[in-house]
């Protein structure tokens, strides 16, 4: 096993994001775009969902459904891989936010979260990142909220934030 993939489910080196949520209407509605356009460039995406029923939206935005528990899918993060997680879910669970911050402050791990709904202890220390939108995760995204019965516009941005600056990371003296 290197870093929670076996080589036999192919390429070592393939881009692998876990998400972890606990809605996913709030992912597809927030962050949709962004995970189709990474499924599209390449990268595995794994979706952790408590109590997934329909994973229609996801595998419309190329994403899997996994039913690991968040302890194991956080384990699992690759050194080399990326992490994104709901702002709501990071304020609710102090044992998913204590092992996310612990990957944010790990070199090469990306982490990223969306939402509004923070823990406190953040406070204004995360960047917000636009990401624009292609075309086809426009079109994909609108499928996604179809399928997960949501009425809502698809916009040409969507926000997320970078949980692995410097910010959270501890200071050395030099």
């Known amino acids: 096993m290197v870093d929670g993939a076996l ?7 393939h881009h692998r994001l876990t998400i972890l949520t606990d809605s996913l209407s709030e992912l597809v509605g927030l962050a949709g775009g ?3 356009d990474r499924a599209r460039a390449g990268w595995d995406v794994n979706v952790r969902i408590e109590g997934c029923g329909d994973a229609r939206p996801l595998a419309i935005l190329g994403a899997n459904a996994v039913d690991d528990s968040a302890e194991t899918v956080l384990r699992e993060v690759p050194r080399d891989g990326a992490l994104a997680v709901s702002a709501k879910l990071l304020r ?3 044992r998913v936010r204590a092992r996310v911050f612990e990957l944010a402050k790990r070199a090469g ?3 990223m979260a969306w939402g509004d709904d923070w823990p406190a202890e953040l406070g204004s220390r995360i960047d917000p ?3 624009r939108l292609s075309v ?3 079109a994909f995204k609108a499928h996604a909220l179809a399928a997960a019965e949501l009425d809502q516009n698809v916009g040409a941005t969507e926000t997320l934030f970078d949980l692995a600056t410097e910010s ?3 200071l050395n003296p030099v």
């Open 129 to 131: 990142i636009e990401h």
């Open 7 to 13: 080589a036999a489910d192919g390429p070592v080196n």
């Open 136 to 138: 086809a995760a426009r």
């Open 34 to 36: 962004w995970v189709f």
């Open 109 to 111: 791990v990306e982490v």
């Open 92 to 94: 609710e669970d102090p």
């Open 168 to 170: 959270l990371r501890p």
